[in-house]
């Protein structure tokens, strides 16, 4: 791991550097090498005259560790391509060995907009090929220096020397920009600014997002909401004064396919570039947010993340954590990392947030995953028949013609506030089979969320042994995305505690109880107590 080599910055340069392709230039052509001062300029070779042909050469910028690297360009003039195939500049968040750290490739006439590292390491690589000559680049950087543009899928921000009080008379000014179309999403995880009521001497500024209150300053120790752009660019300010500081700020930022939501009822997803490797030195979250009452199960379909700690055995390096809910702070749910499938989770809300952190080096497959809405649901049976209850606010789009046993003729009924479904075992497609030498009796709860013409039917098995009144819930439908766990019926029983149900539902919750044992052994009682009578009156005769 590169984060275990310590402050031996010059040895971690040299071992990236290394014998590999990117470290060679053209023989007799001198370029490329490490920059390990605090500050500094490079340029292409012969800068401002006209680059050498067949030249490769590779730049590693490592400042202090726990320091960043902001890179600017103060000439640049490489050939132009449309896709920057013959000659070009790529710029990476770290080593260049590892394509997950590719910042952008450049050439043309437009210079590359500042780049600011996430970590103390940053390389640089200038290629050119036997073609067309022009007059290269001049570059410079700079350690700690606050400021810069991000175009990352995730990465961290911090005011400067956090979590140590920030400087005096400091401005910084960072543009996360993310790639297409998607938005940027700005979490503060921790907050200390010197505060007035107006936020006019020390302050974070957030500008081109969504928020309670985007586009003010905040100040204090309150950290700021949750923002998202409204565009694919997001930009934050921080400023001091002369005097009074804090501990300033540390911040996650989320974009493209390193942050989403899914507000359907089901889906998929996986990691970024899967089943290619996820890139290094991401932090991603991905939220599902269905409607009240429901709950969301996760299946696992494939995991293949670097391996735990050989020292520790725990997932120290890349892992995947699973909250139940929408924040981190959230109660874990799970955190695994390797490649064994966990079984699959489920939350106890409507929410559960799944989060990839990946660190500077080792990549793998990742991760791909289904989820569902589960809804919960109070099943029971008799010896005669199935009850079945579920809130109406857990099916809040749909009627109750849409929730069904075996057949649309055995639709539910709606009493108060839940649907309500008693059939007997002759009806609704209810059938007698053999399972495990046990006879059950078996139907379909069907739920359909079918809109706009898209059929969306759910489907659930229901369970009942007769002889020991147990009845059970299991998942039917979705083959086609349930990878592994389509060969057999999940379980997806969410029956509430008794207790818990009698007090949700109150009165209407009520079902028609089996009372066949009820009469048997009153029965049985009188018959006992004639037979006793009859014995007494014998003996007095």
């Known amino acids: ?36 001062a605090p500050s500094g300029n490079f340029s292409s070779p012969n800068f401002p005259r006209l680059y050498p042909y067949n030249t490769e050469c590779s730049w590693l910028i490592v400042v202090a560790e726990g320091s960043s690297v902001l890179l600017t360009f103060h000439t640049f003039d490489l050939e132009y391509h449309d896709t920057c195939g013959f000659d070009f500049l790529e710029i990476y968040n770290g080593a260049s060995g590892d394509k997950g750290n590719l910042l952008g490739r450049f050439c043309g006439q437009v210079p590359p907009p500042s780049f600011a590292s996430s970590w103390h390491v940053m390389s640089v690589i200038f290629h050119s090929d036997k073609h067309v000559a022009s007059r290269g680049f001049s570059a410079g950087y700079q350690k700690d220096v606050c400021g810069g543009v991000l175009t990352g899928l995730s990465g961290v921000l911090t005011s400067p020397e956090y979590p140590n009080n920030y400087p005096n008379n400091v401005e910084c000014r960072w543009v996360i920009r993310a790639v297409g179309p998607a938005t940027v999403k700005l979490v503060f995880v921790d907050f200390q600014v010197e505060g007035n009521e107006e936020c006019t001497y020390d302050y974070v500024a957030v500008l081109g997002g969504l928020g309670p209150a985007r586009g003010q300053h905040y100040c204090g120790s309150t950290r700021p909401p949750t923002l998202v752009s409204l565009g694919h660019e997001l930009q934050v300010a921080f400023k001091s004064d002369f005097n009074i500081g804090g501990r300033g700020f540390k911040a996650y930022y989320f974009s493209g396919e390193c942050q989403e939501v899914y507000m359907a009822v089901r889906g998929n997803f996986s990691s970024p570039q899967y089943p290619s490797s996820y890139p290094n030195n991401i932090r991603c979250h991905w939220t599902i947010r269905l409607p009240p009452g429901y709950r969301v199960k996760v299946f ?108 649309r003729r055995c639709a539910a009924q709606e009493v108060g506030s839940t649907f309500r479904i008693q059939a007997r075992f002759d009806t609704c497609g209810t059938e007698s089979q053999r399972k495990n030498n046990t006879s059950v009796i078996v139907s379909v709860l069907y739920i359909d969320f079918s809109a706009d013409g898209q059929e969306d039917i759910h489907e659930y098995e229901v369970r009942c042994e007769p002889r020991r009144k147990e009845a059970s819930v299991h998942l039917l439908s979705g083959s086609d995305w349930l990878g592994p766990y389509a060969a057999t019926a999940e379980h997806l029983q969410e029956a509430p505690p008794r207790d818990k149900a009698e007090a949700l539902e109150g009165p209407v919750a009520m079902v028609a109880q089996d009372t066949s044992d009820i009469v048997f052994l009153g029965l049985c009682i009188l018959a006992g107590v004639l037979m006793v009578a009859a014995i007494v009156v014998l003996m007095l005769l």
């Open 1 to 36: 791991m590169l984060a275990q080599l310590g402050s031996s910055c010059l040895l971690l340069a040299v071992a990236l550097l290394g014998p590999g392709p990117r470290a060679r230039a053209m023989k007799g052509v001198k370029c490329g090498g490490v920059l390990s």
């Open 300 to 407: 696992f379909l494939d995991l293949e993340l670097e391996g735990p700690n050989s020292l520790t055995k725990t997932c120290d390096f890349d892992h995947l954590a699973a909250f139940d809910g929408a924040s981190e702070e959230a109660p874990l749910l799970g955190n695994w990392c390797g490649h064994h499938l966990p079984p699959p989770v489920t939350s106890s809300h409507s929410q559960l947030l799944l989060l990839l952190h990946t660190d500077r080096s080792i990549t793998h497959r990742g991760f791909s995953v289904a989820y569902i809405g589960v809804v919960p649901m109070n099943v029971s049976c008799s010896r005669m028949d199935f009850q079945i209850l579920i809130s109406t606010q857990a099916l809040a789009p749909l009627g109750r013609t849409q929730v069904y046993l075996g057949s």
